[in-house]
């Protein structure tokens, strides 16, 4: 008897009829040196390490696959080195920092942060070493606290972008590392998968956020300047809540407040992360950046949240937000899954050929579309998109919270969702367009809100 397999299974009691084939997005989840995605993720910064966990001794750290050391040296330098010593291999994680560089702990080679070899007190006094010889190094920039790596092609190193998320000097968000034993790209797509807040947060296991996201909203995905935007709008009583996040090629998200909108408000942009998911490896990665941006931050020891270190200021470093790491038991988790679960379980590698993907997944399908996008860009040897925007900085985002009250909100369901698709497309219009969003007066201006209601309310 032949036996039949294939990919989708249209049969009640089939799983026997599953094909066994590889369906790793080969494109877009390997990180390797040499892969198409681990290249293209090199064209960009990447935040490797928060600045102030960097005490007297070096770390071992693992980033796009390679095996890294970062420190801090004597004189207040940070340096990001390959983790093999270039002599005989000795790790430099027990290396010695020096004033000036580390120096390895077995023949006591010493290195700048640079790569440059500047001592090899074993070798004769001429050793021609240091001329002929570097360490493997990359350069680093270190910006409100954490340290980017860049880790592509020297001569085509871009201009560190600077985001505009902080718009009050004083703010700086808590400082986080959470690490996932899983794909990076399952992790960054949950931002643009914007219907999981109903279910998994809102629905399913009690509400998590607020109640208004146990509404399914309309959704809309757009491009912009900086990468790509998702617009949801729920109706809530007499308003309506709309809630649009950034994604910034290739890896960055910019999230929109979650639990603080109050009454009518028109392009709230306090946000709640600025934050980039970078790959320890094909099978690990780290979502690492700032939640609370503009908030004041209060220092407080509830759920979970872990000082290190940087007390001093409002630059709390946390981790094990709810649902954001496996902290909790597995009984819990199973009983309250969060964010965490859902995308590590999807595998070490989530296998894109056999999702079944929906209406609700167009985000998805966008962000994978712009990314492969980059990808071959950076194979046929073209620079990528996005890759030049800190030589402008600030760079804008879009992310926002709005809620409008109207008047008249129609009770048939499809009249309803077509009022809801178009505030939703005329806000972010409005968003979108550069003059308003450079404007300072964006955040507050009602008379954007009214326009927009009374664009409404002559359509009701
Ligand atoms: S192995 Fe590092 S100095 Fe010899
Ligand atoms: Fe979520």
Known sequence: MSIERTKVLKQPYSAYHRAEVSDVDEELTRVGRGTPCGEYLRRFWQPVFIACELTDLPRAIRILGENLVIFRDGSGRHGLLERRCVHRGTSLEYGKIDERGIRCCYHGWQFDIDGTILDVPGEPANSPIPRKVCQGAYPLHEWRGLLFAYMGPPELQPPFPEFDAFERPESTGRLWVRESPCNWLQVRENEMDPIHLTFLHTRLFGVQFEPVYGEIPTMEWMETPAGMLYATVRRWGDHLYLRSNDMILPNIARIAGIDDAEGETLFDRRGSALNWVVPVDDTHSINIGWSDID??????????????????????????????????????????????????????????GREYLGASDRGIILYRKLLRRGVQAVAAGEPPEGVDMGAENPVFTYCHNTVARLDAIPNDPDAEHALLLEFGREVTQRVLAETYAKSPAGCADPAGLTEIKAALAGSL
Request: overall charge negative.
């Open 295 to 352: 908030k004041d931050y209060v220092i407080e020891d509830r759920s979970g949240y872990i000082e290190r270190g940087a007390a001093s200021g409002a630059n709390v470093v946390g981790a094990a937000d709810v649902g954001q790491t496996g902290e909790p038991s597995y009984e819990e988790r199973q009983r309250a899954p969060g964010d965490w679960d859902a995308w590590v379980s999807q595998g070490p590698i989530t296998l894109h």
